[in-house]
Nanobody
Framework: QLQLVESGGGLVQPGGSLRLACAVS????????IGWFRRAPGKEREGVSC????????NYADSVKGRFTISRDNANKTVYLQMNSLKPEDTAVYYC???????????????????WGQGTQVTVSS
């Protein structure tokens, strides 16, 4: 049973911060790359960030560079997405995904990922 469970979403004001967590079970986290994706109302799911198995490389969508940071704690089987300087356009359901083998240059494409969590809602509004 390979499972991913997101948490940490909620309502935040523009300019505020949230930290999302993706807790995994049923597999060794260090064997899998992890990605964060989001789906805004009426839009397709898009890649936000991804991180390699060892944490040695990360990638970010242009829209979140400088504001979001992805990290992982393999021993505690958790991946995080620290989101700062949040904007209303960041409002979306955020998902984490896992993949054992991945061309990292393609990691922001949702078609490259096999395993998905159920998502957590992030709302940025005054």
């Amino acid at each position: 049973q390979l499972q991913l469970v997101e948490s940490g979403g909620g309502l935040v004001q523009p300019g505020g911060s949230l930290r999302l967590a993706c807790a995994v079970s049923g597999f060794t986290l260090g064997d899998y790359a992890i990605g964060w994706f989001r789906r805004a109302p009426g839009k397709e799911r898009e890649g936000v960030s991804c991180i390699t198995q060892s944490g040695g490389s990360t990638n970010y969508a242009d829209s979140v560079k400088g504001r979001f940071t992805i990290s992982r704690d393999n021993a505690n089987k958790t991946v995080y997405l620290q989101m700062n300087s949040l904007k209303p356009e960041d409002t979306a359901v955020y998902y984490c995904a896992a993949q054992r083998r991945l061309l990292f240059g393609l990691c922001l494409l949702r078609t490259e990922w096999d395993y998905w969590g159920q998502g957590t809602q992030v709302t940025v509004s005054s």
